[in-house]
């Protein structure tokens, strides 16, 4: 029993390096081929070049989607967070009727498939006879990004004692003064995180923004109509490659913002919780 | 302290309660929480009520014919095409639920007990694929699994065979890899979660009483990971079974599943009362799946003593 | 002291549905006072101090802080400053702008506001840590900025909810004298919440003692110790021995009791008795049984054998069954004259001092 204690650990380090190996695994193929001269990816690699990253950036087509895309974000990150604010704090603070139900509700948009939220979002763009355009596609960001907003929100808030918004309230500050000196100090971290994360899903999300876009695209459903040409795999591996290290930049700061963050709350959390 | 109980009552209680329902907790909360409410309420609640409506109604070419009819379901439910289209939408995310969580379980287990400092780091590493675009990792497993692909290159260059194979890509196997790997990290996020709420005490608890590794584990660490497991499984399999990028680009016609056919009917075919059928049975068959699921791993956690 | 009213509660009431966390209370502190509200908990002490403090509301009643009613005043404008249980350091704010926070509020001149905080550190030991941030704080020095904090906005009334629960024993007991010092050199009045009786014997001027959301009784730590109106009050204080007893005489300010051993016993009647019935408990404190060591007698004696010895260091803990009682006395005695050999099983005779006796109302 012994010896199966002691091994424990090391088999289990071994799958984990092993499992870590298989989620990183098509990951590293995207710059690998992106920098490969062939046209199509294949191994043995035959040799070095920048030439698809340079083919990028004469692309219109691609500078378009690329400006849509980061419009669509920006505006779906700051909608996002805004409402995911209002309902964190209502959610962390206040007891009221329906608290659970309606934070199901919120929370909905992430166990529904995605497909079907999209299409039903469709069916009312169109009877109500809206034009689909990037704005409709914003609409539908905002609503699959809202749970992941809430989500790091409320483990923000969640962090925070009550007792110092009291205490603040005890040493004369004034309520809107108490939310300027104590409590945002003490939640930007979770907003700047759910911003960033709002970003990155709304910059690679592809299933709404297909069927909600009316002739505008965004870099994913650009990168969709690509797929179809095998002579634009590479371009599309370098665009990917390129997301792929923004997003993790991205990613990177919004954790390092949370650590900094949950250090001070004492507070494990982030999207984990 | 004979204070009559009456002259304590000054306030008129009507006006009373009124004042006090305004300025109470449960005003504030839901005062605050409304316009995240509505929002949802316009473009999630609505837009499925208005699906499900358009599931009852006709179409003719451009215009929509609104008199009740169950024709819609008729045809999802019996047409041989999306009856097996669905049957296999299902098989597919039952496979890939119980790969997903089988395999993310040692991995949340293994940073829960040992992961030590470094916890966050693990964490972290392991959502960042997540993060990256989900079209591009389907496009990476298509060059991996492919005819030219990383696969076949390395089963040749290992001497393992000694020509490129198509048995990797454009089937449900090709489907099920690619989806196992997407779906990885919402698998290994909420069994890791429950795994840290348990009482670490317990095991210890279990140990002192007797309990050797395995035996504690299977009677303490799995059973109050339980729902950890659960969240894990619904949050795989219900989102799997609408998806159609994956099945699109490495399914092949064995892989095609419900949601391209629910794309079809939204797009080319445009038949949305049929569309709107198929979504609603898609829903309603997934979800009493997911509640049989939900409830076996439910019913094996009590069972075990 | 001056015998000005600073806190003045009135019938004041808080009920959360049918459940009342303060029934009908009544209470006045003056001006300058060390005020101790003690009591288990659930006991409404702490729903008392947040409501002084304008954290919560009474549903019925009033209550006025030098003069003032504070009806409808928020927290934010009253003259009461509170020193949070888990202290409420700003954690994003270093040690200085913790303390002047709510200066900033009063827009002092910069040098007028450095020097209160100054004073507001010195005066609580921690001069020269200005700068430290909040989380690089011990608890005992997160307990001192939560002190000067409140203490630089120069309050009419500082509230302490159970300041010193967090921290160990030691640090407690330095804390308590610390605490006390300071209150005499600032003058203000001070209301601590606290279930330790001990804290609220060695600091306070007088003491609440609250049961079930009422006051059970309010008088000076030593009065409240010797004199405990009731069983309650008298068990929450300490070690008491409860002998049953039979009202023979009930008289103004007197009450005689009849009792199996100590025999008739003429004492003061607690103010609020209230009387039950012909009977009562009459109660002794153990450390006011003294033991008779060989020949020595004394005017006042009981005969008894003891059944249990439980040591204490400094003390030893005797339990001796005395025919004609119920139940066993307990006494406590030093162990300068050998109390830790006494053997279980030996006969024994204890001294008591008639004045020790108090009636209780059951």
Redesign the interface.
Known sequence: ?TA??KM??SW??A??VL??G??????I??PI?SINTAA?????LSGYTLKWYRDLATTPALTDAAWNSLMVAVSASLLAT???I??A???T?????A?RS?NG??M??????????A??????ML?LGLNLSLITVV??H??IC?PYSLSVLTSGFEGF?R??E??????????F??FR??TL??VAPAIISSLLVSF?ISL?E??MAF?LTGTDATL?VY??GQ?RFAAKLPG??AL?TL??IA??IL?TIA?IVR?RAS???QNMGG??? | MTVPAETIVAMPPERGRKRNWLQSESATGLGLISPTLIYALIFLVVPILLVIANSFWTQHYLVVDRTFTLENYRIAVTDPIYRDLLMRSLWISLLVSFFTVVLAYPIAFFISFHGGRHKGLWLFLITIPFWTSYLLRVMSWKVILGYNGVLNATLMGLGITDQPSDAFLYNTSAVVITLTHAWATFAVLPIFVSLEKIDRTLIEAATDLGDGPVRRFLRITLPLSAPGIISAVLIVMIPTVGDFVTPKLVGGKDGVMIANAIQAQFGKAANWPLGAALSVTTMAVVTAIAAAVVLTIRTAARRIR | MPERTMIEISRVTRSYGAFKALDETSLSIREGEFFSLLGPSGCGKTTLLRMIAGFDTPTSGTISVDGQPMDGIPANRRPTNMVFQSYAIFPHLNVEQNVSYGLKRLRLNPSEEQRRVEEALAQVSLGGLGKRGATELSGGQRQRVALARALVMRPKVLLLDEPLSALDKKLREQMQVELRRLQQAVGITFILVTHDQYEALAMSDRIAVMFGGRIAQVATPKEIYQRPTNCQVADFLGGMNFVKANIVEENGSTITLDTPVFGRVKTDKPVAFARNGNAATLGIRPERLRVLWDDATDKHEVAGKVVDRHYFGEITHLVIEIPGFEKPLSVTETNNFGADDIPVGAPIRLAYDPDALVALAD
Not at chain 1, 22 to 27: G, R
Not at chain 1, 40 to 44: Q, V
Not at chain 1, 108 to 117: C, F, G, H, K, R
């Open positions: 029993m199966l204690r424990l650990p289990l380090t799958y984990a499992y870590i298989f989620l990183y695994l098509p990951v193929f995207l081929f199509t990816p294949k191994f043995p805004m409402f995911g209002c309902a704090r209502a959610i603070r206040y007891r009221f009727p608290r309606i509700l919120l909905a948009p992430l166990v529904l498939p995605e497909i079907i939220i299409v039903s979002m469709l069916l009312v009877q609409f539908g905002v609503l809202i004692d007792s110092l009291e205490a603040s309230a005890d040493l004369g500050e004034s309520p003064g108490t000196r104590v100090p003490m990155t690679d592809f299933i069927f994913p990168i969709w797929l599309v591996l990917g997301l792929l997003s993790v990613l954790e650590r250090r001070r709350t999207l984990i919780a």
